[in-house]
Each structure stands twice: as C-alpha cells, then as structure tokens.
C-alpha cells in the first residue's frame, strides 16, 4: 500500500522594525526592535480563518485524513491575541492530528558551531506542545526543512522517530522523494512539486494543473512509483487561498476518500516509519540542504555576517550578571534568529536585501552595546 503524509506549517514570524539609533543607545526590549504592530495585523489576518480551516481539517479527518501539525513557539505566544486558536487545534481528533517540535523562535539555530542553543530550543518547543496540547512531540521538522546532519546526533539522542527534511534536487539527485530514508533518524522528505501545487500553484488559473481537484491529485500519487509521499504546506498558503479560491476547502476534505479510492492511506508521519522499510540514500550523508537552496538563508556576504555576529552576541549574554535582565536579553536574541531575517538580505531586490542587513546589523550592534554595558553593572 502507497501512503500520504501531510504536514502543515503553522507559523508567522516576529517581523523587525526599521531601527533608527538614538543618541545614548537607550535600554533594550522587544518593541525597540520589533514591529508589534504590523504582527498583531498578520496575526489577524490569519486568524479570521484559523477556525475555518480547523473546520475543514476536523471534516477531512472525518473521512480518513490524518495531518502533522508543526506550530511554532512564535506563532503560538502570539495566540494571546485570540487564544481560541489553540482551543481549535487542541480539538482535533488526537488519534489523526500528531504536532511536530521544531526550534522555538523558527531559528537558524542548527547552524551554529554550537548546538546547545538549539537543543535547548526544541526542547522548549516540545515542552510547549506537551502544555498546551498533553501531547508528545516525536517528529521532527528543522526550520525552512533544513537538512543539518549535526543536528541529528541530537534529536536522536533527545529521542524523536522521525525527521522531516526538504527533497531538493542536490539531495534527490533528480528522482522524486518516495519512500522513508535510513538516517540517524527515519527520514521523510518533502516532495517539492506537489506540495507547491497545493501552497502555490493552486488558485493559479493560468497553471495546466487547474482546476485541481482531489480525484486528480490522487491519480497523480497513484501513478508515481514508490512508498509514501511526504506534502508540507505553509497553513498561511492556504488561507491566502481562502481570498481567491475556497475550493481548497472542498479539496482538503474529499482528499482522504478520493485518495482511498486508489488504495492509498493517509497517514501521520512518525507512523510511516514503522509501516515501510528505510531505503539508503547516500546524499544525505554529505549535503546539506533548505527549502529553496541554502543560498535563500547564507548565499551572500550580509547573512555570513550576521550569522557572525549573531554567535558572537550569543556568547556574550552570559556575562549579564541580573538575572531578569539576562533573560530578556536572551529572549530578543533568540527572536533574532528567526530564518525569515536571514530570506530577507537575499531578497531578489538587491537594495532592499542590502538595507535589510544594514538595518540588522545594527540592531545587533545595539544589543552588544547593551550587554557590555549591563555586563559592567
């Protein structure tokens, strides 16, 4: 039997301000470097139709489909702002809905020479999920699927069952992704073409592929050869579907019938390791690899340096002898790793990537301004 995998990613980053130093560099805190703002207006626009889609998830459920949730720690402390999302999520039928862990802040942090930080993070994040939703993380999803081979030393030791990276063409050597791959820890990898029928080709009527419906996709699964075929799915791609095309939601919920219709199953990820046999896969022991290229997150002089610098400042908040003030300093750190800084300074508009990183970097100089300071107190 061929099986399905789907995994939704439900996150939304912090965004940065546009800083402007002041004379006297004055106290650091959150809302001196992030827009609070404009992410209470992504937030919201999100969640008119969080409960929409849960609906829609809970009907698919209803008819065979199983789903991998990976929320992150970012988007979930922003559910303050309407805590009936989590509500949502916690209702989900818990036998079809498993929630992947992943670092807390959506950061780079598997990148760094050290892999304390992220290990400390994942481990929040999957404290998190055991809070919120008295579930067990066993799934692992790395930020932008980062393919990191240190990384995996760690989260066997930490326990997980699976681990679900991106199937790039340097990894896949031109084949599709189709089966469970022998690694340190069973791995799933994303088909790429697939996915992005659905999170963005879907609502395009100009793409050969549209209409899609779910008879169609499923005919298109039940000819490929191999095991089990891995989906992972930005949740905000398909509510900006919602605003042009709801049949996304007719899709999500006939997909599990029209898929059993050809013999295939729907199933959560951790599971899909015990049901097919590991097949090697030599690349993965040599590449590394991100959803778009590793180029998208350290493809120019701007992001090394950052990623420098943001070690360095790392290294350095340990030297803050208060306490509460170490932990704040900490916590705006950690937000500035999120990966959606790093995509930023390589953005196809160059001036705009080059005034992102001269914007980041000096944010970056003002907390280490900071921490000098409270490190003398």
Same mark, same amino acid.
């Given at each position: 039997?061929?099986?399905?995998?789907?995994?939704?990613?439900?996150?939304?980053?912090?965004?940065?301000?546009?800083?402007w130093p002041q004379e006297g560099y004055?106290?650091?805190?959150?809302?001196?470097?992030?827009?609070?703002?404009?992410?209470?207006?992504?937030?919201?626009?999100?969640?008119?139709?969080?409960?929409?889609?849960?609906?829609?998830?809970?009907?698919?459920?209803?008819?065979?489909?199983?789903?991998?949730?990976?929320?992150?720690?970012?988007?979930?402390?922003?559910?303050?702002?309407?805590?009936?999302?989590?509500?949502?999520?916690?209702?989900?039928?818990?036998?079809?809905?498993?929630?992947?862990?992943?670092?807390?802040?959506?950061?780079?942090?598997?990148?760094?020479?050290?892999?304390?930080?992220?290990?400390?993070?994942?481990?929040?994040?999957?404290?998190?999920?055991?809070?919120?939703?008295? @579930?067990?993380?066993?799934?692992?999803?790395?930020?932008?699927?980062?393919?990191?081979?240190?990384?995996?030393?760690?989260?066997?030791?930490?326990?997980?069952?699976?681990?679900?990276?991106?199937?790039?063409?340097?990894?896949?050597?031109?084949?599709?992704?189709?089966?469970?791959?022998?690694?340190?820890?069973?791995?799933?990898? @994303?088909?790429?073409?697939?996915?992005?029928?659905?999170?963005?080709?879907?609502?395009?009527?100009?793409?050969?592929?549209?209409?899609?419906?779910?008879?169609?996709?499923?005919?298109?699964?039940?000819?490929?050869?191999?095991?089990?075929?891995?989906?992972?799915?930005?949740?905000?791609?398909?509510?900006?579907?919602?605003?042009?095309?709801?049949?996304?939601? @007719?899709?999500?919920?006939?997909?599990?019938?029209?898929?059993?219709?050809k013999g295939i199953e729907m199933v959560?990820?951790?599971?899909?390791?015990?049901?097919?046999?590991?097949?090697?896969?030599?690349?993965?022991?040599?590449?590394?690899?991100? @959803?778009?290229?590793?180029?998208?997150?350290?493809?120019?002089?701007?992001?090394?340096?950052?990623?420098?610098?943001?070690?360095?400042?790392?290294?350095?908040?340990?030297?803050?002898?208060?306490?509460?003030?170490?932990?704040?300093?900490?916590?705006?750190?950690?937000?500035?790793?999120?990966?959606?800084?790093?995509?930023?300074?390589?953005?196809?508009?160059?001036?705009?990537?080059?005034?992102?990183?001269?914007?980041?970097?000096?944010?970056?100089?003002?907390?280490?301004?900071?921490?000098?300071?409270?490190?003398?107190?």
């Open positions: 039997m061929k099986a399905v995998c789907v995994c939704f990613e439900v996150h939304l980053p912090l965004p940065l301000r546009w800083y004055g106290d650091v805190h959150i809302e001196k470097y992030f827009d609070m703002e404009k992410a209470f207006h992504n937030f919201t626009k999100l969640a008119e139709n969080v409960e929409t889609l849960n609906d829609t998830l809970a009907a698919s459920i209803e008819n065979g489909g199983k789903y991998t949730l990976d929320v992150s720690g970012v988007f979930l402390e922003q559910c303050k702002w309407s805590p009936e999302i989590i509500d949502g999520f916690r209702e989900l039928d818990p036998g079809s809905v498993s929630f992947a862990a992943s670092p807390y802040y959506h950061s780079v942090c598997s990148m760094f020479p050290d892999m304390t930080e992220f290990r400390e993070q994942v481990e929040m994040d999957r404290g998190m999920i055991k809070e919120l939703f008295g @579930r067990e993380a066993r799934t692992f999803v790395n930020t932008e699927l980062l393919f990191e081979k240190r990384a995996l030393k760690v989260l066997k030791e930490m326990g997980f069952k699976c681990f679900i990276s991106e199937g790039s063409h340097n990894i896949m050597n031109g084949y599709d992704p189709m089966h469970v791959y022998d690694n340190t820890v069973p791995t799933l990898l @994303r088909h790429i073409n697939l996915s992005e029928d659905l999170e963005i080709r879907f609502s395009d009527n100009a793409w050969p592929g549209y209409p899609l419906i779910a008879d169609k996709f499923a005919s298109w699964i039940a000819s490929m050869e191999g095991d089990v075929i891995t989906l992972y799915i930005k949740y905000d791609a398909i509510n900006t579907h919602l605003q042009n095309n709801k049949e996304i939601l @007719r899709f999500l919920k006939e997909l599990p019938l029209s898929l059993k219709e959560l990820a951790e599971d899909a390791v015990d049901m097919f046999k590991s097949t090697s896969l030599s690349s993965l022991d040599s590449k590394t690899t991100a @959803r778009y290229g590793m180029h998208n997150l350290l493809g120019n002089h701007a992001q090394h340096l950052f990623m420098h610098e943001l070690v360095d400042t790392g290294e350095q908040i340990g030297s803050i002898k208060d306490p509460e003030r170490r932990k704040e300093m900490l916590r705006i750190y950690r937000y500035l790793q999120q990966s959606e800084i790093f995509l930023e300074m390589n953005s196809e508009e160059r001036r705009f990537g080059y005034e992102r990183a001269v914007n980041d970097l000096s944010i970056l100089s003002d907390i280490e301004r900071a921490i000098i300071r409270e490190a003398k107190r």
